[in-house]
């Protein structure tokens, strides 16, 4: 198993400089990929322009979103952002969308909330196609979701499933339903599949908060999603481990605090 690390790029109040250097030290690191969340309502850095700044910042390391919310945005501009990222970085990008669960970011893009799933198909479709404002037809995509529509659509036009979180059963289970959904469409082999989870080494009260806030939306249910955030090495190992036995080929882990020590201490750890 491959094991990538976020940007902080969805941490309120990140310095851009931060982002450039977090990636160059990603770089020279133990790191497979580097990933960035979406979001619009929130105090945060635009996922691409975060992996465009990234890639040009690196040369090794593989750049993803983990996911992009693609019904947020215009269909032409997303294919026209993802093939210019990916020109950018060397053709390194792995292109995650779903749909979004934010009410609030589509109020604030001005888009209607409903029938983003079948609008997501159709830019599935059209990026799957290639050609499409540069895209490239074998530019690696993945789907996100945890639905059986989202689990149809990765089968249907992606490469594989991007996991939103959790630990490594509720990980295993939705990996077994993906598994399911390409079977049932009768594509050969299996979907890639990537997890991720959170950490914060050494500095659990910073990171709780972080995670509180940015899942604020999910009501009770952010307490247990802070609760789950890895703050020592033994969580980290066990969390990798886990994810590892489970199937997962990409794990990403993502800061949920904006310091570069929490990259160097976690290169350590899987060291």
Same mark, same amino acid.
């Given at each position: 198993?491959?094991?990538?690390?976020?940007?902080?790029?969805?941490?309120?109040?990140?310095?851009?400089?931060?982002?450039?250097?977090?990636? $160059? $030290?990603?770089?020279?690191?133990?790191?497979?990929?580097?990933?960035?969340?979406?979001?619009?309502? *929130?105090?945060?850095?635009?996922? %691409?322009?975060?992996?465009?700044?990234?890639?040009?910042? &690196?040369?090794?390391?593989?750049?993803?979103?983990?996911?992009?919310?693609?019904?947020?945005?215009? &269909?032409?501009?997303?294919?026209?952002?993802?093939?210019?990222?990916?020109?950018?970085?060397?053709?390194?990008? &792995?292109?995650?969308?779903?749909? +979004?669960?934010?009410?609030?970011?589509?109020?604030?893009? +001005?888009?209607? /909330?409903?029938?983003?799933?079948?609008?997501?198909?159709?830019?599935? =479709?059209?990026?799957?196609?290639?050609?499409?404002? #540069?895209? $490239?037809?074998?530019?690696?995509?993945?789907?996100?979701?945890?639905?059986?529509?989202?689990?149809? $659509?990765?089968?249907?036009?992606?490469?594989? *499933? =991007? /996991?939103?979180?959790?630990?490594?059963?509720?990980?295993?289970? @939705?990996?077994?339903?993906?598994?399911?959904?390409?079977?049932?469409?009768?594509?050969?082999?299996?979907?890639?599949?990537? #997890?991720? #989870?959170?950490?914060?080494? +050494?500095?659990?009260? =910073?990171?709780?908060?972080?995670?509180?806030? *940015?899942?604020?939306? &999910?009501?009770?249910?952010?307490?247990?999603? @802070?609760? +789950?955030?890895?703050?020592?090495?033994?969580?980290?190992?066990? %969390?990798?481990?886990? *994810?590892?036995?489970?199937?997962?080929?990409?794990?990403?882990?993502?800061?949920?605090? @904006?310091?570069?020590?929490?990259?160097?201490?976690?290169?350590?750890?899987?060291?």
């Amino acid at each position: 198993m491959n094991v990538g690390i976020g940007l902080p790029n969805t941490i309120p109040g990140t310095d851009g400089r931060l982002l450039v250097d977090w990636a $160059r $030290r990603a770089d020279a690191g133990p790191f497979s990929t580097l990933a960035v969340l979406d979001r619009l309502a *929130y105090d945060s850095i635009e996922p %691409f322009c975060a992996l465009a700044a990234a890639a040009a910042a &690196t040369e090794r390391v593989g750049l993803a979103t983990m996911i992009a919310i693609g019904p947020l945005r215009n &269909t032409a501009l997303l294919a026209k952002q993802a093939a210019s990222l990916d020109a950018i970085s060397g053709r390194r990008l &792995t292109l995650g969308l779903a749909i +979004g669960a934010r009410l609030d970011d589509f109020e604030a893009a +001005g888009v209607d /909330h409903v029938g983003r799933g079948a609008r997501l198909s159709e830019q599935l =479709a059209t990026l799957r196609d290639g050609d499409e404002l #540069g895209v $490239r037809d074998d530019l690696p995509l993945l789907v996100g979701g945890t639905s059986g529509p989202a689990f149809a $659509r990765m089968a249907r036009y992606a490469d594989g *499933y =991007a /996991h939103g979180g959790g630990p490594p059963r509720a990980f295993e289970r @939705a990996a077994a339903s993906a598994r399911a959904a390409w079977g049932d469409l009768g594509r050969p082999g299996r979907p890639q599949l990537w #997890g991720q #989870g959170y950490f914060a080494l +050494g500095d659990e009260d =910073a990171g709780a908060a972080y995670l509180r806030d *940015y899942y604020a939306f &999910t009501g009770p249910f952010a307490e247990r999603i @802070a609760a +789950g955030n890895l703050t020592s090495a033994r969580a980290v190992k066990d %969390f990798v481990r886990g *994810y590892a036995e489970a199937g997962c080929d990409e794990l990403i882990l993502f800061p949920s605090v @904006a310091d570069a020590a929490q990259l160097d201490r976690l290169a350590e750890v899987l060291a």
